[in-house]
Nanobody, 121 residues
Framework: QVQLVESGGGLVQPGGSLRLSCAASGSIFSINTMGWYRQAPGKHRELVAVITKGGSTNYADSVKGRFTISRDNAKNTIYLQMNSLKPEDTAVYYC???????????????WGQGTQVTVSS
């Protein structure tokens, strides 16, 4: 079927940077919008950034100017460059994608397993 695999999480000091990657694989016919969400302990999952197939982006206000989402359509991969990280950015980061498979008619939403980002001194 379809699998989304995130990588790049870890522990970083405040003010530091991390780059997350998410690769989609499987029986993929087409991918529409892809994005990053995050969930901190005790909080709801929230949107971080999304990017369309054409490259249009949208960011949460809390990360504008610090995070950059990008996409490589040839590799079915998106990235999240996170700079000037703050302790409040600590969360599990999830990749999300709207994917149509070769056997499907519509786009379905898929999620990755998540990668932990911890910002602490």
């Amino acid at each position: 079927q379809v699998q989304l695999v995130e990588s790049g999480g870890g522990l970083v000091q405040p003010g530091g940077s991390l780059r997350l990657s998410c690769a989609a694989s499987g029986s993929i016919f087409s991918i529409n919008t892809m994005g990053w969400y995050r969930q901190a302990p005790g909080k709801h999952r929230e949107l971080v950034a999304v990017i369309t197939k054409g490259g249009s982006t949208n960011y949460a206000d809390s990360v504008k100017g610090r995070f950059t989402i990008s996409r490589d359509n040839a590799k079915n991969t998106i990235y999240l460059q996170m700079n000037s990280l703050k302790p409040e950015d600590t969360a599990v980061y999830y990749c999300n994608a709207a994917i149509r498979t070769y056997s499907g008619t519509y786009y379905d939403v898929y999620w990755g397993q998540g990668t932990q980002v911890t910002v602490s001194s």
